[in-house]
């Protein structure tokens, strides 16, 4: 029993499970579907509008072509840049070109009955003479700043993905560098790093994370919160980040939410196998929409029908109204909540893998919060914007020895943390003689507490009680700005950027130059379907708070040896695009890593922690362990094109970490080799088929210390201790999964069903 982990029982339980409720599913779905008439004869209305504005000032562009290639439909906007088609329910590319500025192109934007579908096109301005410009068309856009690395993501990929279960962070393991733990985990390790090193801003708030269940100091989680009926698109930076989107050394998430309906009210309602949600939009007054949702699990009520010994919950919210104050003014308010409680289920069966979760696993209820407010101001060279934010996590834990007497003296864990940050960003984006400019300041006040007890074995002092309070408050501040141009009639694109980062936490940390964060990417036009692409950057990003904030006898014992952990990155790729909405990149990476958090007492670097539940970094660190990664990746993407649509993509990668000795060795996150191939075809009458298949090597292991076998041990830890000294020196085996998924779609006169 000493070498069952919780991670593989959990594994087993949750696979188990699945199939059993997969099954139900499909079987009352086609039970459905049999003795439901086919809608998709009858002929239904859908209306598509929107607004063509200049990205520069947000002045409309009347007069632009708005077409749907798949219908040979198309109209020009008004002397406003509105515009208004309908057509029939159904799946379409849109594209919008006017003279003078580069054209735009959004796909897979699916038009429904049940309520009109609105788009908004910011186009820019080409910077190439009238007379030589020549206007194509191309799905896979991206910004001068971020040439390579970065992928983005439609509502409409996000859903119909199979096994994703409309979560953001399952879409995202579908692409390359990106490396998975266990199927009931959401962890994001990007290009090797930890799950800790990545950022995520919604509508331009920055929210500490993105998944219920969330594991302090490292992120992940159970499952994803986001309401995907609120997204309009997600842009994935895996490297090359913008200089406004810091404290980040392996990815950005940069997620876009719709705006609500302003026609009247709107109402949709989602049922799933794990949850149940709703969501309402609608107009409030004639300037200001409003989404608002909420969703809930009923994960306890299942779990305690087949028997499980322990019962979560979650539940989230969340809201945006958005308030056009005028022409050049506009104001956005966010909203996003969890609430997540868990239980053991103690009349849960009585064989091995029940009882030793029974015994080991604590009650740990959370809740979080993020509310911000998006200010923009356009001006004549582009426009202003100011965000304030505040977001609050709290998390709980408590266990008892056996969890079968709540004595005093049977407690052996009971852990307590806040963590609350208020943040302001100010920033001003605009465009001078074809130089696009981006600058501004940021700030953020930070507070975290924490009453922390645990009883604690391991093998060099045996039986122990952590046992200290603390409570820190410090200042952050940032600045940063951004410069970006296309040359020689858009063939040669340059971007150079700084980020000076810096915080009164400590002496090591207050001056911002110590923090000075270049970066540069260049990308170059080969021929009219080839780009060789680049960028290098140095990054920083904060410790966890649970680092800084570790004390051992009142003193902040890590404060004067933690620093700002440090990335460097060197990408550089080869991109092929074709007219028919397909692309193929290859794309080099290798990334050096410093002032890593190195653990004093378990000898391990912070990064090698994460892919579980709980806590991590509250232990004596000092910030010196250093580290790489660096792989190859092939992707290759086919957007909607005649009914298909399909990615596939080959990393191969390497990871490592310094160990207690000083050298690198092989990180918790040396995936190796992952393949991942998804794609689908829609056939007539609205049904379409999708397939996800994904391999990734073994992730290397920990073999366990001696002294797991002590009896001291189990009653104090209740399961196997690492040794460290040999730090990941075994491999997992391979995993492979595969996900099919069959959708039939159909659209009544307001309303529709999936």
Same mark, same amino acid.
């Given at each position: 029993m000493n070498r069952i982990t919780i991670s593989k029982i959990l594994n087993v339980i949750t696979i188990g499970f699945e199939l059993k409720l997969t099954q139900l599913i499909f079987l009352f779905g086609s039970l459905i579907f049999m003795f439901l008439p086919d809608f998709s004869a009858k002929a239904q209305t859908a209306i598509m509008k929107g607004k063509v504005l200049d990205a520069t000032n947000n002045d409309a562009i009347p007069y632009a072509n708005v077409i749907i290639p798949e219908t040979g439909k198309g109209v020009s906007t008004d002397s406003t840049g509105s515009f208004l088609l309908e057509i029939s329910p159904g799946i379409y590319t849109v594209r919008v070109s006017y003279l003078g500025y580069k054209d735009?192109?959004?796909?897979?934007?699916?038009?429904?009955?049940?309520?009109?579908?609105?788009?908004?096109?910011?186009?820019?301005?080409?910077?190439?003479?009238? =007379?030589?410009?020549?206007?194509?068309?191309?799905?896979?856009?991206?910004?001068?700043? =971020?040439?390579?690395?970065?992928?983005?993501?439609?509502?409409?990929?996000?859903?119909?993905?199979?096994?994703?279960?409309?979560?953001?962070?399952?879409?995202?393991?579908?692409?390359?560098?990106?490396?998975?733990?266990?199927?009931?985990?959401?962890?994001?390790?990007?290009?090797?790093? /930890?799950?800790?090193? !990545?950022?995520?801003?919604?509508?331009?708030?920055?929210?500490? +994370?993105?998944?219920?269940?969330?594991?302090?100091?490292?992120?992940?989680?159970?499952?994803?919160?986001?309401?995907?009926?609120?997204? *309009?698109?997600?842009?994935?930076?895996? @490297?090359?980040?913008?200089?406004?989107?810091? +404290?980040?050394?392996?990815?950005?998430?940069?997620?876009?939410?719709? !705006?609500?309906?302003?026609?009247?009210?709107?109402?949709?309602?989602?049922? /799933? @196998?794990?949850? $149940?949600?709703?969501?309402?939009?609608?107009?409030? @007054?004639?300037?200001?929409?409003?989404?608002?949702?909420?969703?809930?699990?009923?994960?306890?009520?299942?779990?305690?029908?087949?028997?499980?010994?322990?019962?979560?919950?979650?539940?989230?919210?969340?809201?945006?109204?958005?308030?056009?104050?005028?022409?050049?003014?506009?104001? %956005?308010?966010?909203?996003?909540?969890?609430?997540?409680?868990?239980?053991? +289920?103690?009349?849960?069966? &009585?064989?091995?893998?029940?009882?030793?979760?029974?015994?080991?696993?604590?009650?740990?209820?959370?809740?979080?919060?993020?509310?911000?407010?998006?200010?923009?101001?356009?001006?004549?060279?582009?426009?202003?914007?100011?965000?304030?934010?505040?977001?609050?996590?709290? !998390?709980?834990?408590?266990?008892?020895?056996?969890?079968?007497?709540?004595?005093?003296?049977? #407690?052996? #864990?009971?852990?307590?943390?806040?963590?609350?940050?208020?943040? #302001?960003?100010?920033?001003?984006?605009?465009?001078?003689?074809?130089?696009?400019?981006?600058?501004?300041?940021?700030?953020?006040?930070?507070?975290? !507490?924490?009453?922390?007890? $645990?009883? %604690?074995?391991?093998?060099?002092?045996?039986?122990?009680?952590?046992?200290?309070?603390?409570? %820190?408050?410090?200042?952050?501040?940032?600045?940063?700005?951004?410069? /970006?141009? =296309?040359?020689?009639? &858009? *063939?040669?694109?340059? =971007? $150079?950027?700084?980020?000076?980062?810096?915080?009164?936490?400590?002496?090591?940390?207050?001056n911002p130059f110590q923090q000075f964060s270049p970066r540069a990417s260049l990308s170059f036009k080969v021929s009219q379907n080839i780009r060789v692409n680049a960028n290098t950057g140095i990054y920083y990003q904060l410790p966890p708070y649970t680092v800084l904030g570790y004390r051992i006898n009142g003193s902040l014992v890590n404060r004067d040896r933690t620093e700002y952990m440090t990335n460097t990155h060197w990408v550089a790729g080869l991109e092929w695009r074709s007219k028919n909405s397909t692309k193929i990149s290859l794309e080099g990476y290798y990334k050096k890593y410093d002032n890593y958090p190195f653990l004093l007492d378990d000898s391990i670097a912070l990064a090698n922690l994460g892919g579980n539940y709980g806590v991590v970094g509250n232990k004596p660190s000092i910030s010196n362990a250093t580290g790489k990664t660096y792989g190859i990746e092939l992707f290759l993407q086919q957007k909607l094109y005649e009914g298909f649509y399909g990615i596939l993509s080959y990393t191969l990668g390497w990871s490592k970490f310094e160990n207690k000795y000083g050298k690198l060795s092989p990180s918790s996150w040396d995936a190796r080799h992952i393949v991942n191939m998804a794609g689908g075809k829609r056939f007539g009458k609205n049904w379409e088929v999708g397939i996800s298949v994904r391999y990734q090597s073994g992730l290397p292991l920990t073999p366990f210390d001696e002294s797991s076998n002590l009896v001291s041990s189990w009653q104090v830890n209740g399961r196997a201790i690492p040794d460290y000294d040999r730090v990941n020196s075994l491999r997992d085996d391979y995993s492979l999964g595969i996900d099919l998924r069959i959708d039939k779609k159909m659209y009544f006169e307001n309303w529709s069903i999936n």
């Open positions: 735009d192109v959004k796909s897979e934007i699916e038009v429904s009955s049940a309520r009109p579908t609105n788009l908004n096109f910011l186009l820019e301005p080409s910077g190439v003479a009238l =007379s030589k410009l020549v206007v194509q068309s191309d799905p896979f856009q991206k910004p001068i700043e =971020s040439p390579l690395s970065l992928r983005s993501i439609g509502v409409s990929e996000i859903r119909r993905n199979p096994g994703a279960n409309r979560d953001i962070s399952k879409v995202v393991q579908t692409l390359p560098g990106v490396t998975t733990t266990v199927g009931f985990r959401n962890d994001l390790i990007i290009r090797g790093g /930890s799950p800790g090193e !990545n950022q995520f801003f919604l509508d331009g708030v920055e929210i500490p +994370n993105i998944n219920h269940f969330a594991t302090q100091g490292a992120g992940g989680g159970s499952n994803g919160l986001i309401n995907v009926n609120f997204i *309009r698109e997600v842009d994935f930076y895996s @490297g090359a980040f913008p200089a406004h989107l810091g +404290n980040s050394l392996s990815s950005v998430f940069d997620l876009k939410q719709r !705006n609500g309906r302003n026609d009247r009210l709107g109402f949709s309602a989602t049922i /799933s @196998g794990t949850d $149940a949600g709703m969501t309402l939009e609608g107009p409030l @007054g004639e300037k200001t929409t409003f989404l608002l949702s909420a969703r809930r699990s009923y994960l306890s009520f299942l779990f305690k029908i087949i028997g499980l010994p322990f019962l979560p919950t979650y539940n989230d919210f969340q809201i945006k109204t958005r308030t056009q104050i005028n022409k050049n003014n506009e104001l %956005i308010f966010i909203g996003l909540g969890a609430i997540d409680q868990f239980e053991l +289920n103690t009349s849960a069966g &009585d064989d091995e893998s029940s009882l030793f979760l029974l015994e080991n696993l604590p009650v740990a209820p959370q809740w979080n919060y993020t509310n911000g407010l998006v200010y923009k101001n356009y001006h004549n060279q582009g426009y202003r914007q100011v965000v304030l934010s505040r977001n609050m996590l709290n !998390n709980r834990a408590y266990r008892y020895y056996q969890n079968d007497d709540t004595s005093e003296d049977n #407690l052996i #864990l009971d852990y307590r943390s806040q963590e609350i940050e208020n943040k #302001l960003r100010l920033e001003d984006l605009r465009t001078i003689n074809d130089y696009k400019l981006r600058y501004g300041i940021s700030t953020e006040w930070v507070k975290y !507490n924490t009453n922390s007890y $645990a009883k %604690i074995f391991t093998p060099s002092q045996g039986e122990e009680v952590v046992d200290y309070e603390s409570e %820190i408050s410090f200042l952050t501040y940032d600045f940063f700005g951004q410069i /970006s141009n =296309s040359y020689f009639g &858009d *063939r040669l694109d340059l =971007s $150079a950027g700084m980020r000076l980062s810096g915080s009164n936490y400590s002496d090591l940390m207050e």
